[in-house]
Nanobody, 120 residues
Framework: VQLVESGGGLVQPGGSLRLSCAASGIIFSINSMAWYRQAPGKQRELVAAITNGGFTNYADSVKGRFTIFRDNAKKSVYLQMNRLKPEDTALYYC???????????????WGQGTQVTVSS
């Protein structure tokens, strides 16, 4: 199983970016999908998560600015980030809980990370 992220970059404060993460390989089912981030000198934190039923959860710091959504047919999850702030600068990681066989409990897989830098 491989998770490939894209969409990071440098953006000015107030700008927008969309992150994408696509899962590939032998996948039987996907449960939750999420985005985490880690800024220098800080712990990795949950940014947003979405269940396979479409329920979402957001960190308080991004509510109203970020939107997580998924495309099950494409085995992909996205993070639309609007009104970006300098404090959103971090390495963003995709996290997917999935099973590779019918009898396997879901386990976590991580992407390699994509850098988001918000600066003027």
């Amino acid at each position: 199983v491989q998770l490939v992220e894209s969409g990071g970059g440098l953006v000015q404060p107030g700008g927008s970016l969309r992150l994408s993460c696509a899962a590939s390989g032998i996948i039987f089912s996907i449960n939750s999908m999420a985005w985490y981030r880690q800024a220098p000198g800080k712990q990795r934190e949950l940014v947003a998560a979405i269940t396979n039923g479409g329920f979402t959860n957001y960190a308080d710091s991004v509510k109203g600015r970020f939107t997580i959504f998924r495309d099950n047919a494409k085995k992909s999850v996205y993070l639309q980030m609007n009104r970006l702030k300098p404090e959103d600068t971090a390495l963003y990681y995709c996290n997917v809980a999935l099973s590779t066989t019918l009898f396997q409990s879901p386990r976590d897989y991580w992407g390699q990370g994509t850098q988001v830098t918000v600066s003027s």
